[in-house]
């Protein structure tokens, strides 16, 4: 494979933004199935993965370790509301320079995938609005593993399945807007490239460690894939 030619994408931060769509729909989800409020802001922090923010807003609300079957039962609830909150979310909006970028790497034959903590089902419903979907072949996922450089790997791994032969994590891109991105990009042997369109300052994603970051994908010239 040409270097570099695999890049892949987290999701919240960095080519979208729900306007609160996932948080509101956690929010349903405990509603739904323990009949209590469940703030995810209280209890996660950002860049955790879907079934980890699940165990830790269950165990800061209701005082214990959730049962397997109740992470399940929480979960399913989450993804079954999110469609209907993502929809009518007037604050959601695509991350500005996303599908030029994106038209860009496509038409320079790079293979795409998302890395993210969402578990895969959420991934594509967040997405999905923003008609971003037919852009990523694969993907690693939080419901592949509650670390996160674990999915970095996977994500690798179903690259290689793809293309039919080996990759080198050295020259994978990894593209988020968390220090937790960064890490787990270097966790797996792949390069970070840091977006500053969430929460985070260029100055902070360069003090994580960053190989390469933007301001947005409008405003900066993004690493060469050839």
């Known amino acids: 494979m040409t270097e570099r030619r695999v890049v892949l994408f987290d999701v919240d931060g960095t080519l979208i933004d729900t306007g609160g769509a996932g948080g509101r729909s956690w929010s349903y989800a405990f509603q739904e199935a323990f009949g209590v409020d469940g703030d995810i802001r209280k209890f996660s922090e950002v860049g955790m993965t879907d079934p980890v923010v699940a165990r830790e807003t269950f165990k800061g609300t209701l005082g214990r370790e959730p049962t397997t079957d109740e992470v399940i039962r929480l979960m399913m609830r989450y993804v079954l509301r999110l469609p209907v909150e993502v929809d009518e979310s007037t604050g959601y909006r695509t991350m500005p320079g996303v599908h030029d970028l994106l038209e860009r790497l496509v038409g320079a034959d790079t293979l795409l995938g998302l890395v993210t903590g969402n578990i895969e089902g959420a991934a594509h419903i967040k997405i999905s609005r923003a008609g971003l979907g037919r852009f990523f072949l694969f993907g690693g996922y939080g419901s592949d593993s509650s670390v996160r450089s674990d999915l970095t790997k996977a994500a690798i791994a179903r690259a290689e399945a793809l293309s039919g032969h080996g990759i080198d994590p050295g020259e994978v891109l990894v593209v988020g807007d968390t220090p937790r991105d ?18 985070y300052s260029v100055e902070q994603l360069q003090h994580a460690g960053a190989e390469h970051v933007m301001r947005s994908f409008a405003d900066d010239a993004f690493p060469s894939v050839d």
């Open 182 to 199: 960064i890490e787990a990009a270097h966790g797996a042997g792949a390069m970070a490239v840091g977006v500053a369109t969430g929460e």
